[in-house]
């Protein structure tokens, strides 16, 4: 009978181990399959740290596939039900990082993060080390502390390079280019990218290259290099990503009203003003309303443009604010109406 446990509690774990790379390439279908075959076989587990590990998991699983609520009562579930210990105490604290960070509670996500940190070093497979890493640099990206997020994700690039991880490379290297991107510094954030699309795993639902190419189309937008930028956006509309094609059809939309091309953009403003509304995405209702005043309608420019960003102000989208006050003082300046040009790259600049 003692064989007989030991022998279910080895293939169990090892069971744990395959769901959890799949978890991590982000391989969705393969985890549940793997997820159906592990609770199958829980009933026979007897050992708390195996049975502790794959609620853990579970919570990770159920936040990879946007359910944050189940994915927190799992966590909590888990720590109420065992006395967490060693890698368990580890994977609890960040994966209750992740949590925060998904809620976008970013300070909250690095104090759980740095909590679980000490634990890499003595109790951890070493494959993890880039994963955390990877998410502290993207939590410290997102908070703009690029310094931290740089110092970090290239932990995260030297142990991926090490242990061959190449989706985890990948998602590094966009990262990093990001990073590059934010400090201006546009030659190396486009050689990040182009060798982050060197990196991918085509079984992962991750998509890699459709966050590359949308990113590499914003490097170009922002230097004014439209039709590169173009068939990048375009490249990265293919993958019909829910959040990521309303974002890339605004910039193409941009793209096309800037080149002078007025039917096509009117076909692409057409497409994201209806799917905008569609979806109740009042931020895009607003960016895609603010894009039609500023090259079709232009009597009610000042006023759109004024009220949308009252609209950013109010829900806190403080990349928004800035970037349509920064161009609607560049429009005050250029007519020469020098308050109003102050008080929006005041306001630009907050």
């Given amino acids: 009978m003692y064989q007989t446990d030991m022998k279910s509690a080895e293939i169990f774990n090892k069971l744990l181990d ?21 609770t199958a076989r829980e009933a026979a587990i007897r050992d708390e740290k195996l049975l502790a590990k794959s609620m853990l998991y579970d919570a990770r699983l159920e936040m990879l596939k ?29 994966f209750k990082g992740l949590l925060l960070y998904r809620q976008t509670k970013l300070q909250d996500a690095i104090v759980e993060f740095e909590r ?20 502290l640099a993207i939590t410290y990206y997102y908070m703009k502390m690029t310094a931290f997020s740089v110092l970090n994700a290239n932990k995260a690039i030297e142990s991926a390079l090490r242990y061959d991880q190449k989706l985890q490379l990948g998602k590094c290297l966009l990262l990093q280019g990001l990073n590059h991107m934010h400090m201006t510094d546009f030659r190396k954030a486009e050689e990040l990218f182009q060798e982050a ?26 230097q004014d290099q439209l039709e590169k930028a173009m068939g990048h ?21 941009e793209c096309c009203f800037r080149l002078g091309l007025k039917n096509r953009a009117m076909e692409h403003f057409t497409e994201g003003f209806a799917l905008s ?16 005043k500023q090259y079709v309608d232009k009597d009610n420019f000042e006023v759109v443009w004024r009220e949308g960003i009252e609209y950013f102000q109010s829900i ?7 970037h349509f006050s920064e161009r609607l003082a560049k429009y005050y300046t250029k007519n020469h109406d020098f308050e109003k040009a102050s008080r929006y790259y005041l306001l630009a600049l907050k």
Avoid: C
Wanted: charge should be negative; hydrophobic fraction near 35%.
């Fill in 197 to 222: 699309l060197k990196h991918d795993v085509s079984e992962s639902e991750l998509q890699l290259p459709m966050y590359i190419h949308h990113n590499i189309g914003v490097l170009y937008f922002k």
């Fill in 66 to 94: 946007g359910d944050l609520d189940k994915g927190e009562k799992l966590l909590e579930g888990a720590a109420d039900a065992f006395a967490l210990t060693g890698e368990n105490l580890y994977y609890y604290h960040f």
């Fill in 233 to 253: 956006f375009e490249k990265s509309m293919h993958y019909k990503h829910p959040e990521y094609y309303l974002e890339s059809l605004y910039y193409v939309t």
């Fill in 116 to 135: 679980a940190e000490p634990f890499l070093s003595v109790q951890i497979d070493h494959r993890e080390v880039s994963d955390f890493y990877y998410k």
């Fill in 316 to 322: 806190e989208d403080e990349n928004n604010v800035r």
């Fill in 18 to 38: 395959k769901l959890y790379v799949n978890i991590k390439t982000e391989q969705i279908s393969a985890a549940e399959s793997i997820r159906n075959e592990i």
């Fill in 277 to 292: 509304k569609k979806r109740d995405e009042d931020a895009y209702k607003w960016m895609f309303a603010m894009l039609h």
